[in-house]
């Protein structure tokens, strides 16, 4: 099966008063039909540009996009603005981290959810329309959507308004959905419902889904492949399972130890062993690997020359080059033994 | 292009971008275009407005400060018999009805016109500025007060405030500077009176007060800096306005008392000349329209400045 | 028992606000508008410890930590700070003790004055409380730079040169400047990212030791409370349902929002994933929340009990404080049911 999105050395530039800042550098990847895949990154990592980079959504600054992005098989880039509105909302959706500043004030949210529907032909007229658009409330969860179906954004909660959005970006069956950091912003048992949500979706529509977050834990939860975006820059790309049991990447690694866990022996203390720096200056990043300043492994060879994705194993793509030694290594971040931490109050009781 | 591009403009990187790739299609520039002629224009026009504005005012200033050395005539000695004199070669301007020289007189008129046009400025800014944060920060009654009383006095037109004004305290300096700040403050009063409900409700103002500062070292140290700024942005603007007022009380004779030259006296003055003595009225009315253009420029110039610095 | 001191004891403290155009509602016979954000809360916070309110939004927990500074004027209680209710203090008094308690925002954007530099800022608290005679100021304020892991020659500079961790460390160390007791963390590390996070934590539990501080977390990530926190409290629409050392909640919650809580979070875990929601339904109205236990229309466990019947904060084993009618009930689904930890 040919893949549905096909991402090849895609380049996003643009233009600031700074100078020109390469917010994606050469980034490629691909997503099959149905499937959900993670971009996970740090604010800076370009990952949300790459949503806008396949949508062609014009930036507040000019910007120069070259690379190849094909979706089911023509080139996204190459393609004539007429025919690229006709793909958006159509064939391709997207839905942002703040619901309610998506949505339009001052229209009903009937009507917003009706709009692509009516706009792509979907729908044959009003009537349809909102027949159409009340069978898909009830399919994203929205309680009593026939009383609900001509109220105001401001008078949905932020979860609420963000299964409006779903809706609205459903309207037309898409194929594919970017999803923007959709639950940043929500509350942890909100944004439970809504990852739970899309899965169930997706499920039923064979949806593709390209999630964007900076969350560990979400992308766990839901994605089936994961790209991780460093400066941006893919520096890992892998199945899940894998990625999490055993990162191939010293950034990867680095930020699945400095996330503190639920779970786990309640006694243990391992001290969080964060990455120490900060992210790089975009518009003027490191020599070589953009991560070799905060890297443990990093040695003489890692500051200078290209460091693509390579693949090591059939579907494991890293771009360290030491990435042997990280896996023989166990856990580079891991500080010996606890660090000395108050005694706890109510160890006393027993 | 693994090179730092820092300070690079987009037709550099487009004509990069195409020299690496070469054969491939050349990538479509997306989004707001600029005006061609590249980085350097660009980054002259952003500061462009400051710079003619300021640079023209400077001349201005030079000019009505150094006005005994660059003419020689004294703006109010008269000379009966040279009157209405067309511009030449010994009156660049010409002369008036009373033979003064009317290039001298426009200099000199500038150092009072701009003067005044200063002050009346500064005055309402500072006391409108102070109004307005005490009634944001306090709320409740004062704030009620104080916005009821910046109501009233916007209610009133100006040039009856002025007449008032002047009826009271008679023509010269001081109730030009009164009339002027009195129908002048309230706009400053309101702005800041906006900022500051917006400041007092931010982080770093909760933090002052978990410091456990004083109201007053709150308002002026932490709050009205960070307010200012639109309040300058008005200030440079409106400048040219209250020249403007100051120049329709000349003219309608609630200003300074002849002989002392300003522009809307000047110009009030050669009205019944317009015909004959073209000079008299089209000159000073010129120098008003440039020191306004100057002071516009100026005005959007610094607002640009102030607005770039603002934001992170 | 825990033989700690006590160093703030909080009696049934309320903050009851009404919205805006309350009043004509009124008029215009509406029913009477009001918004408990803090519902009769009963608390004590021990020396030395890092107390964590858990919650998310409209749990009240950000204005319970304000309202505990008197950063925002309680409705009803007692704040007992060594003994001294604040709330009895002039305002006089109460300035000059507020450099006892202090508070670390959110937003590292917008928690410093962006017209004064760092080193004006850290000087300015220590000269108005005079911590220090003024030649000394100067080291101080490198000192403090190099406590919270800055570069002191930045000290000259704006907020706006440095980045969003930095400036997180530029608030705690304004906070520390004055030398408190006890202090306030706001979600101090929600709005950096996910590296940084660990730095800053780290951070304050370093400082924690070495200042002898008392601290109040605030945070609505149930993974950072389990890394700070001696105990924890969770919050719902105003109360608290649970108030427990950290093991006992992690590993023995008692309240069915709590467990809620930590089986929504999503975990680094590919291999245990659930397909079964949570909780389910929306949060209720502040305005209008459900009579009796708040979380009844959300809970799984919820009887007609629970709808007449505000359930009381109680202490059901040792040092283990729960409001929940059904709180064995609740342990026994815990325990029983496949519990996503161990």
């Given amino acids: ?182 639950t940043t912003a929500l509350d942890v048992t909100i944004q439970d419902q809504i990852l739970k949500l899309l899965g169930e979706l997706q499920q039923e529509m064979r949806l593709a ?124 971040w891991a500080e010996p033994m606890p660090a000395a931490r108050a005694p706890e109050a109510a160890e006393a009781a027993e | 292009m693994r090179r730092s591009t820092r300070g690079w403009h987009m037709s550099e990187v487009r004509a990069a971008a195409a020299a690496a790739l070469p054969g491939q299609r050349v990538p479509e520039m997306l989004g707001p275009r600029f005006l061609p002629g590249g980085a350097f224009v660009r980054r002259l026009g952003r500061r462009g407005t400051l710079i003619a504005g300021g640079g023209m005012l400077a001349a201005i200033l030079l000019a009505s400060v150094f006005a005994a050395q660059i003419t020689p005539y004294d703006p109010i000695a008269q000379n009966l018999r040279n009157t209405l004199q067309p511009p030449g070669l010994a009156h660049p301007f010409g002369t008036d009805n009373f033979g003064r020289d009317v290039f001298s007189r426009v200099l000199h008129a500038a150092r009072t016109d701009i003067q005044i046009g200063f002050f009346c400025v500064l005055f309402p800014w500072l006391l409108g500025s102070l109004l307005g944060a005490v009634a944001g920060y306090l709320g409740g009654l004062v704030d009620t007060v104080v916005m009821r009383t910046v109501d009233t006095f916007m209610a009133f037109p100006f040039l009856i405030m002025a007449i008032g004004v002047i009826a009271v305290l008679g023509p010269g300096v001081t109730s030009m500077y009164v009339a002027l700040t009195l129908s002048g403050w309230s706009m400053y009063a309101r702005i800041v ?118 934001s992170r | 028992m825990s033989a700690a001191a006590t160093l703030i004891e909080v009696e049934q403290l309320s903050k009851v606000y009404a919205p805006a155009g309350a009043f004509l509602k009124r008029l215009t016979g509406g029913a009477r508008q009001r918004l408990t954000a803090v519902d009769d809360v009963s608390l004590s916070i021990r020396a030395g410890e ?111 040169d440095f980045s969003g961790g930095q400036r997180q460390r530029i608030g705690i160390a304004r906070a520390l400047s004055v030398r408190p007791a006890f202090i306030v963390a706001d979600e101090p590390v929600s709005a950096v990212d996910v590296s940084i996070q660990a730095q800053i934590l780290n951070l304050l539990l370093d ?39 950290r093991q006992a909640i992690f590993a023995a919650p008692r309240h069915p929002y709590t467990q809620g809580l930590l089986r929504a979070a999503p975990r680094p875990d590919p291999g245990r994933r659930s397909t079964t929601v949570a909780i389910t339904g929306e949060p209720p109205s502040a305005l209008d929340p459900p009579s009796g236990c708040h979380f009844r229309t959300r809970c799984p466990m919820a009887t007609a009990l629970c709808a007449e019947a505000r359930p009381a904060l109680a202490e059901i084993a040792p040092d283990h404080l729960v409001a929940c009618h059904h709180h064995a009930a609740a342990m026994a689904a815990w325990t029983g049911a496949a519990a996503p930890h161990h």
């Avoid at chain 1, 917010?23 to 993670?38: H, K, M, T, W």
């Avoid at chain 1, 779970?263 to 990043?285: F, K, N, S, V, Y």
């Avoid at chain 2, 300003?262 to 019944?272: K, S």
């Fill in chain 1, 209 to 332: 889904v390209l999630l964007v977050t900076h969350d560990m834990g979400v992308v766990a939860q839901s994605c089936r492949r994961v790209a991780v975006m460093y400066a941006g820059r893919i520096v890992e790309l892998a199945e899940t399972a894998a990625l999490f049991d055993q990162p191939l990447h010293p950034y990867s690694a680095g930020l699945l130890s400095c996330v503190p866990s639920v779970d786990g022996a309640a006694e243990e203390a391992t001290r969080l062993r964060p990455i120490p720096g900060g992210p790089p200056d975009i518009a003027d990043p490191p020599e070589g690997c953009r991560f070799h300043p905060r890297c443990p492994l990093a040695i003489g060879a890692c500051q200078s020359g290209a460091f693509p994705l390579f693949e090591v194993r059939p579907g494991r793509f890293t771009a360290c080059i030491r990435h042997e030694e990280l896996a023989r290594a166990g856990n580079i």
């Fill in chain 3, 50 to 160: 890092i107390l964590s309110l858990v919650g998310e939004s409209g749990s009240g927990k950000t204005t319970l930590g304000r309202a505990l500074l008197r950063l925002v004027e309680p409705s009803a209680g007692r704040i007992l700070f060594r003994g001294e209710d604040l709330r009895s203090f002039a305002p006089s008094r109460m300035r000059a003790a507020r450099r006892h308690l202090q508070m670390i925002f959110q937003d590292p954007y917008s928690a410093l004055n962006p017209r004064m530099t760092v080193r004006q800022t850290l000087a300015e608290a220590m000269r108005v409380h005079a911590i220090h005679p003024a030649e000394e100021i100067d080291d101080r304020v490198v000192e403090l730079l190099e406590t919270v892991g800055l570069n002191a020659g930045q000290a000259d500079r704006f907020p706006r």
């Fill in chain 3, 207 to 245: 400082l924690r030791e070495r200042f002898d501080l008392t601290m109040l977390f605030i945070a609505h990530d149930l993974s950072v409370v389990r890394y700070v926190s001696t105990r924890v409290g969770v919050m719902y629409l105003g109360r608290i349902v649970e108030l427990a050392p």
């Fill in chain 2, 193 to 310: 009176r906006a900022e500051v409900l917006v400041a007092r409700r931010s982080d770093y103002v909760l933090a002052a007060r978990a410091m456990g500062y004083s109201d007053a070292r709150i308002v002026l140290r932490h709050i009205l800096p960070n307010v200012v700024t639109p309040t300058i942005i008005f200030a440079v603007t409106s400048m040219v306005l209250v020249i403007l007022a100051t120049v329709t009380l000349s003219f309608l004779g609630l200003g300074l008392p002849p002989p002392t030259p300003t522009w809307g006296t000047m110009i009030a003055e050669g009205r019944n000349f317009i015909f004959t003595a073209w000079w008299m009225v089209t000159l000073p009315g010129l120098a008003i329209v440039v020191t306004g253009l100057a002071l516009s420029l100026l005005g959007d110039g610094v607002a640009d400045l102030l607005r770039g610095e603002s």
């Fill in chain 1, 1 to 182: 099966m040919s893949a549905l999105l096909e991402v090849r050395n895609l380049t996003t530039r643009i233009q600031t008063r700074r100078g020109v800042l390469t917010i994606v550098d050469d980034v490629s990847f691909s997503l099959e039909e149905g499937e959900c895949f993670g971009l996970v990154g740090e604010s800076g990592s370009g990952k949300s540009m790459i949503c806008r980079s396949i949508l062609r959504l014009p930036p507040t600054s000019p910007a120069l996009m070259s690379g190849r992005i094909a979706f089911e098989g023509q080139d996204l880039l190459a393609l004539p603005d007429r025919e690229m509105t006709r793909l958006c909302g159509r064939r391709i959706a997207m839905v942002v981290q703040d619901a309610i500043a998506a949505l339009n004030p001052v229209l009903p949210v009937g009507r917003q959810i009706a709009e692509a529907m009516l706009e792509h032909g979907v729908a044959a007229n009003r009537r349809d329309a909102r027949a159409r658009v009340l069978a898909l409330m009830r399919k994203v969860g929205i309680p009593a959507p026939e009383r609900r179906i001509d109220d105001y954004p401001h008078e949905f909660s932020g979860g609420m308004c963000q299964r409006v959005v779903i809706a609205a970006a459903l309207a037309c069956a898409p194929r594919l959905l970017l999803a923007d950091e959709p």
